[in-house]
């Protein structure tokens, strides 16, 4: 399988904590990015990294990349019921714009 | 904008039996994407379409699955005949070029075969 890992594959926290999930890829990629999926629905992209970038944010949303360890980390602040789902990195490579999935991190947040 | 629409949202089948899902993606956005997704696991791309040609199909059981997307706009999948283990949500995504192969998705289609 070319499918990415993630790790942890669940994690449980209290509102307020930090949440940090991390992900590991294969290939050489072009860009990294990382999806949400709430219970029974579709995915939503939430912020991609492009492999020369090394850190970026939005709102309480912290990602870093490492291209010479091929992974990268997902960091939620401050976290709230609303953010349990589950979370999947995505790595983009290819000149096809080839998406590969990794297996995911569910993250429940207890209120 | 208008999402990507997928139908219908679930579908129960027997084993042997076959079954069909549509998806019309985003206007405008030329690449369309058919993945798998089992329970607890992350999506695996099935087929991948640029305007009305497959650049990717080496993930889809050929003798069972078949996807098509005429005129380059929306698009259907097929499987003839299901097994138990095609019970998995299917999703569909497209991306519109030069954005970074963001995907925007469709709520998927749940199928349940029996």
């Known amino acids: 399988s070319q499918q990415g890992e993630e790790d942890p594959q669940a994690l449980s926290i209290q509102e307020g904590e930090n949440a940090t999930m991390n992900c590991s890829y294969k290939?050489?990629?072009?860009?990294l990015q990382w999806y949400r999926q709430n219970s029974g629905r579709g995915l939503v992209h939430l912020i991609l990294?492009?492999?020369?970038?090394r850190e970026k944010h939005s709102g309480r949303l912290r990602v870093t990349l490492d291209t010479s360890k091929k992974s990268s980390s997902l960091l939620i602040t401050a976290s709230r019921a609303a953010d349990t789902a589950s979370y999947f990195c995505?790595?983009?490579?290819?000149?096809?714009?080839?998406?590969?999935f990794g297996t995911g991190t569910k993250l429940q947040v207890i209120p | 904008e208008a999402g990507v629409a997928q139908s219908p949202r679930y579908k129960i089948i027997e084993k042997r039996q076959s079954v069909a899902f549509w998806c019309n993606p985003i206007?405008?956005?030329?690449?369309l994407y058919w993945y798998q997704q089992i329970l607890g696991q992350g999506p695996k791309l099935l087929i991948q379409?640029?305007?009305?040609?497959?650049?990717?199909d080496s993930q889809l059981p050929k003798d069972r699955f078949s996807a098509e997307r005429l005129k380059g706009v929306d698009s259907t999948l097929k499987i003839q005949p299901a097994k138990l283990e095609d019970s998995a949500v299917y999703l569909c995504?497209?991306?519109?070029?030069?954005?970074?192969?963001?995907?925007?998705f469709g709520a998927g289609t749940r199928l349940s075969v029996l």
């Open positions: 995504a497209s991306t519109q070029q030069g954005r970074g192969n963001i995907q925007y």
């Open positions: 290939t050489s990629i072009n860009n």
């Open positions: 990294i492009r492999s020369n970038e």
């Open positions: 995505a790595d983009h490579s290819g000149g096809y714009q080839k998406v590969t």
């Open positions: 206007s405008g956005h030329a690449t």
């Open positions: 379409f640029q305007n009305n040609g497959v650049v990717d």
